[in-house]
Nanobody, 123 residues
Framework: QVQLVESGGGLVQAGGSLRLSCKASGRPFSRDYIGWFRQAPGKEREFVAGIRWIESTTYYIPPVKGRFTISRDNAKNTAYLQMNDLKPEDTAVYYC????????????????WGQGTQVTVSS
């Protein structure tokens, strides 16, 4: 069983930065795919970025490409989402999720979820 714990959310002004962390326990990530999702009030959960653990290949949705960077630290069994040049439309609860297969942007394809961390960007 895998447990995921996010941290690093907060309130920031537009143009600012935050780094979210997703620490896993229960077993080491090896061939997992890690996705970061976000959900704003009244909206569906949205895939934001993903990384294939074993080879660190990454994927971003167009609205965050060039501003967000997903990475992982194998020794710490932790994934990160560095968010720069934040915009008010980035305001949401951010979740990390893991699945044992490859890339997917569908939330239903993920087996494990963290509790979420709130990111609020003021204008």
């Amino acid at each position: 069983q895998v447990q995921l714990v996010e941290s690093g959310g907060g309130l920031v002004q537009a143009g600012g930065s935050l780094r979210l962390s997703c620490k896993a326990s229960g077993r080491p990530f090896s061939r997992d795919y890690i996705g970061w999702f976000r959900q704003a009030p009244g909206k569906e959960r949205e895939f934001v970025a993903g990384i294939r653990w074993i080879e660190s290949t990454t994927y971003y949705i167009p609205p965050v490409k060039g501003r967000f960077t997903i990475s992982r630290d194998n020794a710490k069994n932790t994934a990160y989402l560095q968010m720069n040049d934040l915009k008010p439309e980035d305001t949401a609860v951010y979740y990390c999720a893991a699945r044992s297969k490859g890339y997917s942007s569908r939330a239903n394809d993920y087996d494990y979820w963290g509790q979420g961390t709130q990111v609020t960007v003021s204008s």
